[in-house]
């Protein structure tokens, strides 16, 4: 028997939250299976006893669902993605696929969907029921309803991934809860929403990375919350800028919300208005002037401190961070920031939480070296999907970079990307998709040009990068656009494609 990597619920029954009270022998349809949250919520409602759950995905077969429910579970170990797809398979009232995809839906008691639902075209029939007044529910209100201890939750536009994981590390190191969840948005985290509607006691932390979507479709916020920045993303989805600001700020805004973690050097963040009344206000920052009078954390000295009650305790030296970047300072501080709003809890651990954040290494797919071989690094950095991010890993890298981009349009600027060019990037590798094509064109207008190699599938990518790359280059797979992860990496991912073109039988040496 091989044990699950899955955190066992408490001993007993499953916990409801309000929206699901007195629904356990009715109808309710889970949209999007296939992925992390339609699967994850899924199964807790088959653990806690529900009867008739019906689920639907638009994969045209099971072959196809089983396909995209182990792509989308990728965090999860093999033995754990068989077995997560046995229990829904098995225990759902119904499965509809393909043709019957969203069959009789209108019959349903309610509706849970993934937060992206809103964006396919062959939703039409949720947006006309959600008109007419039709209950929908969602993964992250499910957290934030079932959670009885303290709740720490994380947006912003980069670096919300980095933030959480950092911050369950730390707490985890400094001991002060018996237990640390982590889960949300990101599909690389082991959920844990069983677990949490099992914690009687409320002992335990949660912590939630909270995407913009998941912000949409949120009615309460996490009792402590952090804004890591915002720079233009999504833009279409909401209308323009001030859309999207006003989207990431209802996690300051929604009830529920007492302590707001904010970036003091991230001025479309700080301008976005006041907090509401009874909220308190940290701030983090790489500079400590920038920090002014606030409480929260900063950099001084080549330290992070921590500033409670206006006294600064030194938390960890900047360089036995693991994380390498200027933008992982940042994400530390707001993790140290975020812990201090912890007071009653994490006072006189300071030191036990910078031990966590130290020692915290890589996350999958965000600037993370996987291969070296004849003097080149291979870097992959998937879940970059603005330029901003690719930025931040190219700067991060701080060697000549072959970069293997593309994907679809969010309607971002790729000026500062393409002034790279010629630079620290020497090459560019570049898929299809529309925001590929205004790469191509911003590259163009700098009679840059003949730096885009236009390529169909991510294997062409990989071996036209490693033909370019010479000893002392890195090659970085950051796509800089949505989709690529969708329209590329069934291919079988960018670290099967570097070791399989690989002339060396193993790395030159393990990857930091």
Same mark, same amino acid.
């Given at each position: 028997m091989i044990a699950s990597c899955r955190p066992d619920p408490p001993a007993g029954e499953l916990r409801l939250p309000p929206a699901l009270s007195g629904l356990r022998d009715s109808r309710v349809d889970v949209v999007g299976i296939a992925g992390v949250?339609?699967?994850?919520?899924?199964?807790?409602?088959?653990?806690?006893?529900?009867?008739?759950?019906?689920?639907?995905?638009?994969?045209?077969?099971?072959?196809? /669902?089983? #396909?995209?429910?182990?792509?989308?579970?990728?965090?999860? $170990?093999?033995?754990? *993605?068989? %077995?997560?797809? @046995?229990?829904?398979?098995?225990?759902?009232?119904?499965?509809?696929?393909?043709? *019957?995809?969203?069959?009789?839906?209108?019959?349903?008691?309610?509706?849970?969907?993934?937060?992206?639902?809103?964006?396919?075209? %062959?939703?039409?029939?949720?947006?006309?029921?959600?008109?007419?007044?039709?209950?929908?529910?969602?993964?992250?209100? %499910?957290?934030?309803?079932?959670?009885?201890?303290?709740? =720490?939750?994380?947006?912003?536009?980069?670096g919300k991934s980095t933030t959480s994981a950092l911050v369950a590390a730390a707490l985890r190191r400094a001991e002060v809860f018996p237990a640390v969840w982590l889960g949300g948005n990101d599909r690389h985290n082991q959920q844990a929403l069983e677990a949490v509607a099992g914690d009687e006691a409320g002992e335990s932390c949660l912590v939630l990375e909270i995407s913009n979507r998941q912000l949409l479709q949120a009615t309460s916020a996490p009792s402590i919350a952090a804004i890591t920045n915002i720079t233009p993303n999504h833009l279409e989805e909401h209308g323009g800028m001030a859309g999207y600001v006003a989207c990431k700020r209802r996690i300051f805004d929604l009830d529920g919300c007492r302590v707001a973690v904010r970036n003091a050097q991230d001025p479309v963040s700080l301008e976005s208005g006041p907090l509401r009344e009874g909220v308190a206000e940290l701030r983090f920052s790489t500079s400590r002037a920038a920090l002014e009078g606030w409480d929260g954390a900063f950099l001084d000295g080549g330290w992070?401190?921590?500033?409670? *009650?206006?006294? @600064?305790?030194?938390? /960890?030296?900047? !360089? !036995?961070?693991? /994380?390498?970047?200027?933008?992982? /300072? $940042?994400? #530390?501080? $707001?993790? =140290?920031?975020?812990?201090?709003?912890?007071e009653e809890r994490t006072a006189g651990r300071q030191v036990a939480v910078g031990e966590g954040i130290g020692r915290f290494g890589t996350l999958a797919h965000r600037i993370q070296l996987i291969w070296q071989e004849e003097g080149v690094d291979y870097y992959d950095d998937l879940s970059s999907t603005t330029p901003q991010s690719t930025l931040a890993a190219i700067r991060t890298v701080g060697h000549p970079v072959i970069l293997i981009c593309g994907g679809q349009d969010k309607g971002i600027s790729f000026d500062d990307l393409a002034e790279q060019l010629g630079g620290p990037v020497k090459q560019v590798m570049l898929l299809p998709g529309t925001g590929s094509s205004r790469i191509a064109?911003?590259?163009?207008? *700098?009679?840059?040009?003949?730096?885009?190699?236009?390529? %169909?599938?991510?294997?062409?990518?990989?071996?036209?990068?490693?033909?370019?790359?010479?000893?002392?280059d890195a090659v970085l797979l950051s796509p800089a656009c949505p989709g690529f992860f969708s329209a590329h990496y069934q291919e079988g991912g960018y670290r099967k494609l570097v070791r399989r073109l690989s002339t060396s039988p193993r790395r030159r040496r393990a990857p930091g």
């Open positions: 949250e339609g699967g994850e919520i899924a199964n807790y409602l088959l653990a806690a006893g529900f009867t008739r759950v019906v689920g639907h995905d638009q994969q045209p077969d099971l072959a196809a /669902l089983s #396909a995209a429910h182990r792509l989308a579970h990728a965090g999860s $170990a093999e033995v754990e *993605r068989r %077995a997560h797809l @046995d229990r829904l398979l098995t225990g759902l009232f119904q499965v509809n696929l393909g043709e *019957r995809y969203l069959q009789g839906i209108a019959e349903s008691e309610l509706i849970i969907a993934s937060q992206a639902w809103f964006l396919h075209p %062959a939703n039409a029939v949720l947006h006309q029921l959600r008109a007419q007044g039709r209950p929908f529910y969602s993964l992250i209100q %499910a957290y934030l309803d079932l959670a009885r201890g303290p709740v =720490i939750g994380v947006t912003g536009s980069h992070l401190f921590e500033r409670r *009650r206006g006294r @600064d305790t030194a938390v /960890l030296e900047a !360089s !036995s961070l693991r /994380l390498k970047g200027e933008h992982n /300072l $940042a994400n #530390a501080l $707001a993790a =140290i920031a975020l812990c201090s709003a912890l064109e911003a590259a163009a207008q *700098r009679s840059l040009g003949d730096l885009i190699h236009a390529v %169909a599938t991510l294997e062409e990518a990989v071996a036209g990068a490693r033909h370019l790359a010479r000893s002392g």
